[in-house]
């Protein structure tokens, strides 16, 4: 199986390449057109500011294959918000696959905003989460969220519920960082690639 992460300069890679390496699973870091169009699976990380991160995206002519790739898709973090409609995060408009919109979270005495450290995911459904408890605990660090809408497979409360899980026929993506989320978000990868 051909895994390729695609590399535009705003990723986590290393995390994420250690990651499916404890699965087993080799990976090829790539901005190669070709090379991302062969493969059998994607991920689309993504960490940094949205607006730069599209720029990016756009000076590699990626902005226009993303949308049309075929195959299974995983957007992380970052990526996830970039598959959206638009993001308040720099006024950004996104890649639109996901019919929602990326907010800020609301400053609140009650919160600390960006969101840093474990919180659980809720309502899940998709084979992407096989075998995953509803409650389990992700870990997470943003500022921004993707509203609920219709393509949510899991919700997460931060002040108020959002969609930290989207999925959209090929496309998949999660708010929280699996890489980052010990033996959960090892099983939600290894579902990834058994999609």
């Not at 895994?3 to 986590?12: M, R």
């Not at 609140?108 to 605990?137: C, M, R, Y």
């Not at 989320?181 to 939600?188: E, F, R």
Request: proline content about 4%.
């Amino acid at each position: 199986m051909k895994l390729v992460i695609i590399d535009y300069g705003a990723g986590n890679i290393k995390s994420i390449q250690f990651a499916f390496a404890r699965l087993g699973m080799e990976t090829s870091l790539s901005s190669n057109i070709e090379t991302i169009l062969a493969a059998d699976k994607v991920i689309f990380p993504g960490v940094g500011e949205a607006s730069s991160a599209m720029k990016m995206l756009r000076n590699h002519d990626l902005h226009d294959l993303i949308p049309n790739l075929k195959q299974p898709v995983l957007g992380i973090c970052l990526g996830m918000q970039l598959l959206c409609q638009h993001t308040e995060e720099g006024n950004t408009v996104g890649l639109g696959i996901f019919q929602t919109k990326v907010k800020r979270f609301a400053m609140d005495k009650h919160i600390k905003v960006p969101q840093i450290g474990w919180n659980t995911i809720e309502n899940v459904k998709s084979d992407l989460f096989k075998d995953i408890p509803d409650q389990a605990f992700m870990y997470l660090v943003h500022s921004y969220y993707a509203e609920m809408c219709p393509e949510t497979i899991a919700t997460t409360t931060y002040g108020t519920s959002y969609a930290s899980a989207l999925q959209h026929n090929n496309f998949y993506g999660v708010q929280f960082h699996p890489e980052k989320s010990g033996d959960i978000g090892s099983k939600i990868l290894a579902n990834f690639l058994e999609l």
